[in-house]
């Protein structure tokens, strides 16, 4: 059989027939296929992510995972950089680190018709593959936007999660298999075969992790990555997965079944990389809405946090959710609408600093006591093309003044500028590698002229 080509499954199974022709696709991509405003647009999805990566990397639970392991690294054996570090790895566990340092922040790039972080479920992987085997820039590029957009429809075709799902770790280690596979030049039946694999180690992740601030939550998205890359191993070994593996693993975790015409649905001519996210706000996505109507509304009212009475935010359900007033740890900050509306209004940012231990003060908790939410059902018809909050701020002196946001910002609807990106990525870099450093690993990752190997070296402290 050709690269391309995939044994038909027995009796015709539509849902098998659906996963062998996106493993197709991805063994049959070339960077050629990729429109060039698409590679323009993947350089930005790259640069972004390496900025979240180094910028977790300073995490203490990060730092102290990478010492455990860094001993596990057979001598001779092939390694890859850990990226914001000194350090290397096996690649697996390169790929796990990375991806958990990538997350840690929440200010990793997200795409809400996947309901989730396709990049970081696929980079990590893919990242430390090519840098074990010095792949070149084009075998870089080519398995990360396979891997990608094979991915986001393994995601549509589950969402919505159901309910307490956290959409990390669940649907990611088909992508990061995906990419690896591509890199590796591997023919669609292993491909599918690792695609297979990987669906059968999706996890049973809980958001109740983030909202309780179980930190355990972190490390889902690299836990993906390495299941994905051992799908690999274990497809290339001569191991068998499941017919329709895709779905009937997957299918558990999907609110309405998986949807398997979606696995195929415009594969090479709707690019799903373009259509995602980036986040400058350092918490949950579902907080963005309500933190940009918060911006916007300072931008047109002055007044202190003291003199704030109460504030009362109206928004989408999952969103109203998020209620904690005295998180316990960042994580569990990040994931309060009370905790970064207080944060925003005492500290004037939503950035990494504004959810760390100085952050979580009394002031802070007894501000966030003063914030209500819930859902608002004209907001809530508007999901899921829409993310929307209202926020109301009342002053001691009864003033009130409100502003409401359709679109958060960072999505197709409302862009940030590039230079705003860039200022996100110097802030997140800067510190942790020199400024000199980002000013040389900005135009490298984002004019996609790195091979996988010298963006680690680039990367690395």
């Not at 004209?378 to 829409?386: G, H, S």
């Amino acid at each position: 059989m050709e690269r391309g080509e995939v044994a038909a499954p027995a009796g015709g199974d539509p849902v098998s027939d659906a996963e062998a022709r996106a493993a197709a696709f991805a063994a049959d991509l070339t960077l050629a296929d990729v429109p060039p405003e698409v590679q323009t647009h993947v350089g930005l999805v790259l640069a972004d992510t390496v900025g979240a990566v180094v910028g977790g990397a300073t995490d203490p639970a990060v730092g102290s995972l990478v010492d455990r392991l860094a001993d596990e690294a057979a001598p001779q054996a092939p390694t890859a950089a850990v990226l914001g570090t000194a350090s290397r790895l096996s690649p697996r566990l390169a790929a796990l680190v990375t991806g958990t340092a990538g997350t840690v922040l929440e200010l990793d790039e997200g795409h809400k018709y996947a309901a989730g972080h396709p990049a970081i479920h696929v980079l990590p992987a893919v990242l430390a593959a090519g840098d074990a085997t010095d792949a070149t820039t084009e075998e870089f590029l080519t398995a990360f936007v396979a891997g990608y957009e094979v991915v986001t429809r393994v995601a549509r075709a589950c969402a919505p999660l159901t309910a307490g799902y956290h959409p990390h770790g669940v649907w990611g280690a088909v992508g990061a298999a995906v990419g690896v596979a591509r890199l590796r030049g591997l023919d669609a039946e292993t491909t599918l075969t690792a695609m297979r694999i990987a669906a059968n180690g999706a996890q049973h992740t809980r958001m109740a992790a983030a909202t309780e601030g179980a930190t355990v939550r972190n490390s889902y998205a690299g836990k993906a990555n390495l299941d994905g890359m051992l799908a690999v191993e274990l497809a290339e070994a001569g191991f068998t997965g499941l017919v329709g593996g895709v779905a009937r693993h997957l299918s558990p975790a999907c609110g309405d079944g998986f949807d398997a015409d979606e696995l195929t649905r415009d594969l090479g001519e709707r690019w799903d990389v373009t259509g995602g996210y980036f986040k400058r706000h350092a918490a949950c996505r579902y907080t963005h809405p309500t933190l940009d109507a918060l911006d916007a509304l300072l931008e047109r009212v002055s007044f202190d946090a003291d003199q704030v009475a109460e504030v009362d935010v109206e928004t989408y359900p999952m969103a109203a959710e998020l209620t904690a007033v005295h998180p316990t740890n960042a994580l569990q900050a990040k994931f309060s609408v009370p905790f970064a509306v207080a944060t925003r209004l005492l500290t004037g940012s939503s950035g990494k600093p504004s959810f760390d231990e100085r952050a979580r003060s009394a002031a802070t908790f007894e501000l966030a006591e003063r914030v209500t939410v819930r859902a608002a059902s004209d907001l809530t018809a508007r999901l899921p093309d829409a993310r929307s909050a209202r926020v109301r701020v009342t002053l001691d002196d009864g003033q009130s003044y409100e502003e409401e946001v359709v679109h958060a910002r960072g999505g197709a609807e409302r862009p940030w500028a590039e230079a705003e990106l860039r200022e996100k990525f110097d802030e997140l870099v800067g510190p942790v590698l020199g400024d000199d450093a980002a000013d040389t690993l900005w135009p490298a990752v984002r004019e996609r002229s790195v091979t996988p190997r010298e963006l680690g070296v680039l990367a690395s402290r």
